[in-house]
């Protein structure tokens, strides 16, 4: 045995006899460690205990309240809680508190767990949920807000008081609510009609309907998205249709591109020579019009390629990639593994693609005219129909019809 391997084992059977040694003190003991149950911090929680004798064993829950402050405590967590609360409602500490805007009464605080409830001596001027209703205020109006401030179970109170100030003469809020009040009557003295018109001005103040929003700013954004769409969805169309007239004319040269491989590998020329002869037979009708193929300038990317130095299993490979279609993946594959396993067998393996490639351009053709037959069905139904109503019409006239 190896020396790492005793310090591994050694080290295990100390852990096991460590671990066994502390289970032990800790559980044979004379003495157990008293169990320390921690209060919560607030609230209460509920607690489990085990009640063990030595015939029978019960769970036994309890409610375990967070600790009682004392009265000192109390006090500083009141003197806190009303810091909070005057921070809300007076936060420039000013001698005189001038409400112009509606309040946001805290009903908690957490700092303190207080709980707070409010009342106010004017509800309908200042509410107790902090809401400021000004209009109708003639003169400043004095509100004493009273806070029911609960911590654990002590109950104190406290009173803030307030100045809330009737609206500025002149104001928009004061126009405002005059011609609100003079809607209401108008409303009121018109109760048994079916409606009444409504004023174009109140006070200086100018009446209309809301606006729905801008139809016509609406509808050309909705334009503008679906022309954005439709140009989209047209780019993609186009090309998808490129896609598909680029595989449609690299499968339809497939099986010639074949068969011409294997004339020239059956006439003794080697694989590599063979498509060196197709690009430079290329070559030659490449400048004419109209003879741009692209299935050969993809030839000529392979020649290329093997001109410069690339071994032939990459170039082939990277032939197959470029096309990305079935049968010249498989034909590079075909090649590939010639190579690795030395030419023998390379002109059968050609013959055999060739009549696979000539049996899917004829399935191909098959397929393409029975869809070409689909499409020819509605416009002869179009024209028995046609044929049907001039046999018909001299027989309907001689009957009177």
């Known amino acids: 045995m190896e020396k790492k391997e005793k310090i591994l084992i050694a080290l295990i059977i100390s852990i096991v006899l460590g671990t066994a040694a502390v289970l032990w003190l800790r559980g044979g003991g004379e003495e157990k460690e008293r169990i320390w149950l921690a209060r919560p911090e607030s609230g209460t929680k509920r607690q489990s205990v085990s009640f063990v004798t030595e015939s029978s064993e019960e769970l036994f829950v309890f409610d375990l309240k967070a600790r009682k402050q004392t009265t000192e405590e109390l006090d500083a967590a009141y003197e806190e809680t009303l810091r909070c609360l005057e921070k809300v409602i007076n936060p420039e500490s000013k001698e005189k508190v001038m409400l112009t805007e509606s309040l946001s009464l805290p009903r908690y605080i957490e700092e303190t767990s207080a709980v707070i409830q409010w ?58 609510y005059r011609a609100g009040e003079e809607l209401k009557r108008m409303e009121k003295e018109t109760a048994g009609e079916e409606g009444f018109y409504l004023p174009e001005q109140i006070d200086g103040v100018t009446l209309g309907l809301p606006q729905k929003g801008n139809s016509t700013l609406g509808m050309a954004a909705v334009l503008v998205f679906l022309l954005f769409f439709v140009i989209a969805a047209a780019k993609r169309r186009e090309k998808e249709k490129k896609r598909q007239k680029r595989e449609e004319e690299f499968l339809a040269e497939y099986p010639q591109l074949i068969t011409k491989l294997t004339l020239y590998v059956g006439a003794g020329l080697s694989l590599r020579g063979a498509w060196e002869r197709l690009a430079a037979e290329y070559r030659k009708k490449a400048g004419l019009p109209g003879k741009q193929n692209p299935v050969y300038e993809e030839v000529l990317i392979l020649a290329g390629e093997l001109k410069n130095g690339k071994s032939e299993a990459g170039a082939y ?75 018909m019409f001299p027989a309907f006239l001689n009957m009177g019809i």
Not at 164 to 176: C, D, H, N, Q, R
Request: hydrophobic residues 40%; contains cysteine.
């Open 119 to 176: 009342e106010s001596s004017e509800e309908e001027v200042l509410a107790k949920t902090g809401k400021l209703q000004r209009a109708g205020l003639s003169e400043e109006c004095e509100v004493f807000l009273r806070a029911r401030i609960t911590i654990e179970d002590e109950c104190r109170e406290h009173w803030f008081s307030v100045c809330v100030p009737p609206y500025e003469t002149g104001s928009s809020e004061a126009l405002f």
């Open 317 to 391: 490979e990277a032939f197959g990639r470029r096309i990305g279609l079935k049968p010249y993946l498989r034909c590079a594959a075909l090649f590939v593994n010639r190579l690795q396993k030395g030419s023998g067998g390379l002109r059968e393996g050609l013959e055999n693609e060739v009549r696979l490639a000539w049996e899917m351009q004829r399935q191909k053709a098959e397929k393409l005219g029975e869809e070409a037959q689909t499409k020819l069905l509605f416009p002869m139904m179009g024209m028995l129909l046609l044929v049907l109503m001039i046999v």
